[in-house]
């Protein structure tokens, strides 16, 4: 395998070795096959439950030598403009098939609409954005922009809070290159429990450079928010914690059981995010087809885009893929899991088109952060700290100069895996040591969410060039996050 030890040879391995640390996957998907997935949870007889009906294969719920699954229509979140409004509240939505649960929303969609904008910079800013959020729930909430460039008062801190019943204005302008982003409630304590149950959507830039590419559209451009669940007997979303993170026994792509897509003969674009609380997911396809990575958390990969047969994503973590169905006409994909053997999303390829999409090699460059003027080291503690410390929501923690390049340096002493992720810029991950020992081609470019394993020591270079005020670093591993693994920091 290669290694990774600097940010050059990181960024630009060639196509051959990128193609040889990525192989695994054909031969290993192919022994998980069948039978991985056994619930221990189902509803007595009679009781009507949404997962009742998805049993069979890999699906959810799916037993030893159960038959196929049946297969819901993938839904599509509703895209546009940003709302002037956005409600979070309780709605009950029809999971697939007619499988009704009660889940919390934005706006009644689950997930919430994809919210689509136009990018820009600091100097020459994009759209604007301006969204009044009202709390329809019992409890408190305040929602976060995650990987979005915003001031302070527009970033979510757990500070700006509110109470049901009230509302909170965002104004801010689009400051950055196109990616696709997410937004999630970021409430003191309670981040975990209100992203479990339902609150989460994407939020795409777009911009000249992207449009240059003539990468596909419309219906072939899809986002994919693949996160875990659970669910009381009823077929109600429930929220059940442990302090190594919640994970559910059923998946959701996009809100639906156990999905299916009936796909063109053409090349597909998918907006593939881990919108779980704490589940690690390595994504392939079940017969070792290979895609093109194009990018990831901050846009296009740089210099190159990288064929691949499987990817290890953490929460928050995002990538942009190709994949190319032109040749398969009649064909039955699937999205695999293969760590939990969950066969996450079924493609058939139903519809004979001409498609000339052309998938690109070249992409922008990125220019290297270069020499940092400081160094910080972050230790992830437990499940809860921080270098030693329990978050407090009024201890600034530290301050980092506007407008400097500094290294951090991420290390735990157990209870990993740990996504750590920042507010308030993009880094680079220029070296991982321990653990797995290197980094990977979706950890390129510029990233708001890093694995950091056990054993594992990872650094990134930063450097804040938005806005000055206080932001957020914490683990994304939600449960942790609540449990206290944030820190305050304030760019100055
Ligand atoms: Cu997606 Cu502070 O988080
Ligand atoms: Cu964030
Ligand atoms: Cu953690």
């Keep these: 395998m290669a290694r990774h030890p600097s940010p050059a040879q990181s960024l630009v391995a060639s196509p051959l070795s990128r193609r040889s640390f990525v192989r695994t996957a054909a031969g290993v998907a192919g022994a998980l096959g069948a039978g991985m997935l056994t619930s221990c949870d189902d509803p007595p007889t009679g009781v009507r ?38 409600t979070v509240g309780e709605t009950t939505v029809d999971l697939g098939g007619g499988q009704l649960s009660r889940v919390w929303t934005y706006n009644g969609q ?63 302008p689009i400051v950055q290159r196109a990616t ?11 981040t975990g429990e209100q992203v479990a149950m339902g609150l989460a959507g994407g939020f795409i830039i777009r911009d000249a450079v992207e449009r240059s590419y003539g990468l596909p559209t419309g219906p072939r451009e899809i986002p994919l928010i693949v996160r875990d669940a659970e669910f009381d007997r009823s077929g109600n979303m429930i929220y059940k914690p442990r302090s190594g993170g919640f994970e ?42 290979p895609f093109t990575l194009i990018g990831n958390d901050g846009g296009f990969l740089p210099d190159a885009s990288v064929q691949l047969y499987e990817m290890l994503l953490c929460p928050a973590e995002r990538v942009d893929i190709l994949v190319d169905l032109r040749d398969r006409l009649g064909d039955r994909l699937m999205l695999r899991d293969l760590d939990s053997g969950w066969d996450l999303l079924e493609i058939t390829v139903d519809n004979d088109v001409s ?27 437990g499940m809860s700290k921080i270098n030693g410390q329990l978050y407090d929501m009024d201890r600034v923690d530290f301050q980092v100069p506007f407008g400097e390049t500094e290294l951090w340096r991420f290390t735990t002493n157990g209870n990993a895996p740990h996504p750590v992720h920042v507010h308030g810029a993009y880094y680079q991950v220029i070296s991982r040591t321990g653990g797995r020992g ?45 449990m206290g693994m944030m820190s305050n920091f304030e760019v100055v």
């Design 248 to 289: 559910g026994k059923y998946f959701l792509v996009n809100g639906t059981l156990n999905p299916t897509l009936s796909a063109d003969s053409a090349v597909y674009r998918f907006r593939l995010m881990n919108g779980s609380n704490a589940r690690i997911y390595r994504f392939a396809f079940e017969d070792g087809m």
């Design 110 to 172: 689950f997930p919430g609409p994809t919210i689509v904008v136009e990018g820009g910079s600091i100097a020459a800013p994009g759209d604007r954005v301006a969204i009044d959020l009202y709390n329809d729930l019992a409890d408190e909430t305040i929602t976060h922009w995650h990987g979005m460039i915003v001031d302070t008062p527009n970033d979510g801190h757990p500070h700006q809070a509110f109470q049901p019943g009230g509302s909170y204005h965002y104004d801010f």
């Design 180 to 190: 696709m982003n997410w937004y999630h409630p970021h409430p003191h304590e309670k």
């Design 355 to 381: 498609d000339d999409t052309v998938v690109p090699v070249t992409l922008p460059s990125i220019e290297p952060l270069g020499s940092p003027v400081r160094e910080r080291e972050f230790s992830f503690d």
């Design 49 to 86: 439950s949404p997962v009742a009906a998805a049993k069979g294969g890999n699906g959810n719920g799916g037993g030893k030598g159960g038959g196929a699954s049946p297969r819901n229509p993938l839904r599509i979140p509703s895209a546009g403009s940003p709302p002037s409004a956005l």
């Design 438 to 482: 290197q980094l990977y081609p979706w950890e390129a470019g510029w990233k708001d969410s890093v694995l950091l394993e056990d054993g594992e020591t990872v650094e990134v270079l930063i450097r804040f060039d938005g806005y000055r005020g206080l932001y957020l670093m914490h683990c994304h591993k939600l449960e942790h996050e609540d």
